[in-house]
């Protein structure tokens, strides 16, 4: 029984030996392989600062002023927050337009009790550089409970190439509010 006893300990020991060996050899060499792979992904300097031809190119959106106060009542108080534009372009880099994207946060006035106010962002029309008006793309409805505060998914307009945005006009119940919109 002494032997058996002795024989597996032995066993097991050699076993732990060989395994803890194996790994820390294993563990040194691919340690050494990520720093090779590392040092070879490098690029040099050069290639680092220059931008791929492809990039698409991106705008800051600005808004002056980014609120206003709208309804008969002035119940209802909207802030414009930016989100992205860029620029559309095909696969030979000339330009299809741009694609703006941008959120209202909306603002009940009402007290406790009163009605709830429901933004349709369909009504609002964004004014480009050349006087024209277009409608959104994608954008939607959505509705503020009273003394609360919500926001609309993102709404998107696609401007024609050449134009810029000039204004923003946001309308609710029969008001009519002008917002400042400048790309750089």
Do not use: H, W
């Not at 050699?14 to 563990?27: M, P, Q, R």
């Not at 002056?64 to 030979?92: H, M, N, Q, Y």
């Amino acid at each position: 029984m002494k032997k058996i006893t002795l024989m597996a300990v032995l066993a097991v020991a050699t076993v732990v030996y060989s395994c803890k060996s194996k790994s820390d050899k294993d563990a040194a060499d691919s340690t050494a392989a990520v720093e090779s792979a590392e040092a070879s992904t490098e690029d040099p300097p050069s290639v680092k600062e220059e931008q791929p031809a492809n990039e698409t190119k991106t705008y800051t959106i600005s808004f002056s002023p980014d609120t206003a106060i709208l309804g008969k009542s002035k119940e209802a108080f909207l802030k414009v927050i930016p989100v992205s534009a860029t620029d559309l372009s095909d696969p030979d880099g000339k330009s299809q337009g741009i694609e703006f994207k941008f959120k209202i946060s909306g603002t009940n006035k009402e007290k406790i009790g009163g009605n709830s106010i429901g933004i349709a962002t369909n009504n609002f029309r964004l004014v480009l550089d050349n006087n024209t008006s277009i409608n959104e793309s994608n954008g939607g409805y959505f509705s503020v409970q009273p003394e609360s505060t919500a926001e609309s998914d993102e709404i998107t307009y696609r401007i024609p190439a050449g134009a810029k945005p000039k204004a923003l006009n946001l309308f609710f119940d029969e008001t009519r509010a002008s917002v400042g919109v400048t790309l750089k």
